[in-house]
């Protein structure tokens, strides 16, 4: 669309920051403003002189579920830096030797585990909004068990997933698949002597089922120092 | 108020989309969607609706991200443009109109309002010019006739049309797009002015 003269022309703009161009007419006057630059310079004018600034008082707080559902449809975790690379743990990840290790562990949350005393290993904690987790250990470190300051359950296409940053560095390992943050499971028996001090534990949110990668691909809810 | 500069900083890095996008992208959204909430519940008038106005608001922006201009001064009108032009539509396609009385409309105590609605104060990055911009409109638009005042604010803050200030006010269409029309031809002529008074 061509706009005529002047006067037309901060009509419209004014009218169009007003609010009261619609339909049509606004759709046409947003496609002149992509197209002719004289458009865009004389809003921006209209926008600096005529466009008072809201006030802090209208502020609402929005609910997380708004955020929640962005992130998730627009998948921003493609676009985070990765996490190990955040806490600036590790340089490399060698991503195979990783999916070699956590195939086959998400089934073994189902088998029943026999009870035993266990001592605690280490603290997990977050961003605020997240529960704090306990991670306590058999006497015969078989055995793992979180448990949740309060109960949180995993959404309908998610698990979490935790992983074992090792004391002598090298990519994480996953440790159990979980649907809750209030599990026990057993210790996959390579990695049994591997929780020691130094080393950390870290919750990842994943697909159902688990990472695909067998490399954290969600955000980290939740990391803690491992002390033996 | 939010700073543009900042805004403008996170815009391009979420535009950027690569690592580090995400965070951005979540850090413009915890600085500005409170105010882009309340500015969508004052047109929308519904609190579920105003959330999906943001929610929308939000996939635009991080989608048009890529397209925001550089070199443009104003990244948080561009964000507001998109806020309001999505509550206007939600707006119409709900009929909000019949079910709000807009009991807090400025009809009395017009200069009350523009304080209550809107931050006059500058902040420390505006210049002198902001300042005085600030004070030109605020002056100007007290100084309109009542109707026209009401009727610019009206469209403004709670995103009415023509036809629901029509109805709002009892005038005919006519009448109210006059005001509307008038109002804003005499903010101008007020506010260049203002301007003009101080290139001499």
């Known amino acids: ?228 | 108020m939010l700073d543009d500069h900042e805004v403008k900083k996170l815009l391009l890095r979420a535009a950027a989309r690569d690592e580090g996008s995400a965070e951005a992208f979540e850090r413009l959204y915890r600085l500005s969607a409170p105010l882009m909430l309340g500015v969508a519940q004052r047109i929308v008038g519904r609190r579920e609706l105003a959330e999906e106005v943001l929610h929308d608001a939000f996939t635009a922006i991080w989608r048009r991200a890529e397209a925001f201009d550089p070199l443009a001064t104003q990244p948080v009108a561009w964000m507001m443009t998109i806020v309001r032009n999505r509550a206007l539509d939600v707006r119409a396609s709900h009929d909000v109109s019949r079910v709000d009385s807009y009991h807090d409309a400025p009809d009395e105590d017009p200069e009350g309002a523009l304080d209550r609605l809107f931050d006059w104060s500058s902040g420390p990055e505006d210049g002198e010019d902001e300042r005085r911009a600030a004070r030109w409109l605020r002056d100007c638009l007290a100084r309109l006739q009542a109707v026209e005042r009401q009727a610019l604010v009206l469209a403004y803050d709670r995103g009415l049309s023509h036809g629901d200030l029509a109805a709002h006010l009892g005038k005919p269409l006519g009448t109210v797009k006059a005001w509307v029309r008038r109002g804003m031809a005499n903010l101008r002529a007020c506010v260049e002015t203002c301007m003009g008074g101080t290139r001499q």
């Open chain 1, 1 to 228: 669309m061509r706009i005529g003269e002047n006067a037309a022309l901060d009509a419209l703009c004014g009218e169009y920051l007003l609010g009261t161009l619609r339909g049509r007419a606004r759709r046409r006057f947003e496609r002149a403003l992509r197209e002719e630059p004289r458009v865009a310079t004389r809003l921006a004018y209209w926008q600096r002189a005529y466009v008072p600034k809201p006030s802090k008082m209208i502020e609402l707080e929005p609910p997380s579920r708004v955020w929640a559902r962005l992130e998730r449809e627009l998948q921003l975790a493609r676009y985070r830096t990765p996490w190990h690379r955040r806490l600036g743990f590790w340089r490399a990840l060698a991503v195979a030797a990783t999916a070699a290790l956590a195939l086959g562990i998400g089934l073994e949350v189902l088998r029943p585990v026999q009870t035993e005393p266990a001592v605690q290993i280490a603290e997990l904690e977050g961003k605020a909004d997240v529960a704090r987790v306990i991670a306590r250990l058999s006497r015969d470190r078989r055995t793992l068990e979180l448990k949740s300051a309060r109960a949180v359950v995993a959404g309908q296409n998610q698990s979490y997933e935790l992983w074992l940053l090792p004391a002598e560095g090298g990519p994480p390992v996953s440790l159990a698949v979980l649907g809750s943050l209030d599990a026990r499971f057993p210790v996959p028996s390579a990695q049994a002597d591997r929780l020691r001090t130094g080393g950390k534990l870290a919750v990842s949110v994943e697909p159902a089922g688990g990472s695909p990668t067998g490399a954290p691909t969600g955000p980290v809810i939740l990391v803690g120092a491992i002390t033996i």
